[in-house]
T-cell receptor, first 113, second 118 residues
Framework: AQSVTQLGSHVSVSEGALVLLRCNYS??????LFWYVQYPNQGLQLLLK??????LVKGINGFEAEFKKSETSFHLTKPSAHMSDAAEYFC???????????FGAGTRLAVHP | GAVVSQHPSWVICKSGTSVKIECRSL??????MFWYRQFPKQSLMLMAT?????????EQGVEKDKFLINHASLTLSTLTVTSAHPEDSSFYIC??????????????FGEGSRLTVL
């Protein structure tokens, strides 16, 4: 079965600083990986996804993630944090024959002035 | 983009009653919908996969008699929490995959429904 592990339940950065949210995956088949963002009391919004095309994936709101097979990682980055980026971020992988989306534990990003 | 709507957004009920949550795909047809449960400050746990016209597939540990899922049309899936108890209080989120996009098609998420059982 496929799974993802997010390292760091809380990340705090200054406005304008680099954002790095870590995600490692475990998969016996080529993985399909996703990053979602959740604002309080809301559903999830897709930031970006990796589906075996380019290893560097660009998403919305200036986020990007790089798929590194050798490190089994799919870390999310953004060069310069904005206050509006404060939210919960989830890494996810398609599992169960690429049918079910399984989420990591989530990382809460705080951005301070 | 595709829109998935959940109703109600908030619901408070008494212990022992049943509550129905609706998940609708507003501008696309969804052969597959998923129901997730999210406890405060935790991740989303997949409860079940709902396929239009057939029985839902429940994840291990999820009581199918307690969480009734119906996917009677290509645009509507419902989750009914039967005989609700305070421990059922949670944030329930549905997602839908557009028909014809295959297993790797993008999932679109509803806004979530917060259930509080008194």
């Amino acid at each position: 079965a496929q799974s993802v592990t997010q390292l760091g339940s809380h990340v705090s950065v200054s406005e304008g600083a680099l954002v790095l949210l870590r995600c490692n995956y475990s998969s016996s088949v080529p993985p399909y990986l996703f990053w979602y963002v959740q604002y309080p009391n809301q559903g999830l919004q897709l930031l970006l996804k990796y589906t075996s095309a380019a290893t560097l994936v660009k998403g919305i709101n200036g986020f990007e993630a790089e798929f590194k097979k050798s490190e089994t990682s799919f870390h999310l980055t953004k060069p310069s944090a904005h206050m509006s980026d404060a939210a919960e971020y989830f890494c996810a992988v398609l599992s169960g024959g690429y049918n079910k989306l399984i989420f990591g534990a989530g990382t809460r990003l705080a951005v301070h002035p | 983009g595709a829109v998935v709507s959940q109703h109600p957004s908030w619901v408070i009920c008494k212990s022992g009653t049943s509550v129905k949550i609706e998940c609708r795909s507003l501008d696309f047809q969804a052969t597959t919908m998923f129901w997730y449960r999210q406890f405060p400050k935790q991740s989303l746990m997949l409860m079940a996969t709902s396929n239009e016209g057939s029985k839902a597939t429940y994840e291990q540990g999820v009581e199918k008699d307690k969480f009734l899922i119906n996917h009677a049309s290509l645009t509507l899936s419902t989750l009914t929490v039967t005989s609700a108890h305070p421990e059922d209080s949670s944030f329930y989120i549905c997602s839908a995959r557009e028909a014809g996009t295959g297993n790797t098609g993008e999932l679109f998420f509803g806004e979530g429904s917060r259930l509080t059982v008194l």
